[in-house]
């Protein structure tokens, strides 16, 4: 299984800003996603990071609000762009199993508070 | 109709007992089938994968039913650390896109 390191762990931060959240996989992986997860719900696909090629978004998530990248087959960032207290959520970055191409795993999670 | 549609719980069961929720799915090309755990504040991780012949792995069983297109999960002789939402998960036919349940919510009382 791989190993994700996500960060930052939580923060808090103000109307307007953005923030990016770093995920670090421990082996290479074909497919990295990113999750949102409001509070007492399941988690929501923003978005597909493609390795050297832009991001694919699903509806409702746009490149503006969220940009992604993903310079190599084992590190993707998010940013949160220009956030609203809407945006305060958990934000997971998943990486699938290159050996199974099945199996996703999971970064810790990043639990955004917007003032 | 949500794709991927589970009993939001919350089960509240007694240490010892045996629990069985489902999970319904809507397309029917539907590739490959999981469930996760995730624990309160926690990111989820996999349980176990779940094969058309039925797998178990100790306490756990999964099963799937393409005819009726559900998968299920019983866990027997319940422990107070299988408290936690257990999340039906659903790869579809692309392999591209994979589809999480709402989750149900599992409360073991000692």
């Known amino acids: 299984s791989a190993v994700i390191s996500q960060k930052p762990s939580r923060d808090i931060c103000q109307r307007g800003t953005s923030l990016t959240i770093q995920c670090q996989v421990d082996s290479q992986v074909t497919m990295m996603f990113w999750y949102r997860q409001q509070p007492g719900q399941s988690l929501t696909l923003i978005a597909t990071?493609?390795?050297?090629?832009?991001?694919?978004?699903e509806s409702g998530f746009v490149i503006d609000k969220f940009p992604i990248s993903r310079p190599n087959l084992t590190f993707s960032t998010l940013t949160v762009s220009n956030m609203s207290p809407e945006d305060s959520s958990i934000y997971l970055c998943?990486?699938?199993?290159?050996?199974?191409?099945?199996?996703?795993?999971f970064g810790s999670g990043t639990q955004l508070s917007v003032l | 109709r949500k794709e991927v549609e589970q009993d939001p719980g919350p089960f509240n069961v007694p240490e010892g007992a045996t629990v069985a929720f489902n999970c319904t799915y809507s397309n029917s090309a539907s590739q490959s089938f999981f469930w996760y755990r995730q624990d309160c504040r926690k990111e989820p991780k996999l349980l176990m994968s779940?094969?058309?012949s039925g797998n178990e792995d100790g306490r756990f069983t999964a099963q799937l039913n393409r005819a009726s297109q559900y998968i299920s999960l019983l866990i027997r002789d319940s422990k107070l650390s299988d408290s936690a939402t257990y999340l039906c998960?659903?790869?579809?036919?692309?392999?591209?896109?994979?589809?999480f349940g709402s989750g149900t919510r599992l409360s073991i009382r000692p």
């Open positions: 998960v659903v790869r579809d036919s692309s392999a591209s896109k994979i589809i």
């Open positions: 998943s990486a699938r199993d290159r050996a199974t191409n099945e199996k996703l795993f």
């Open positions: 779940v094969y058309s």
């Open positions: 990071a493609n390795q050297g090629s832009e991001a694919t978004y």
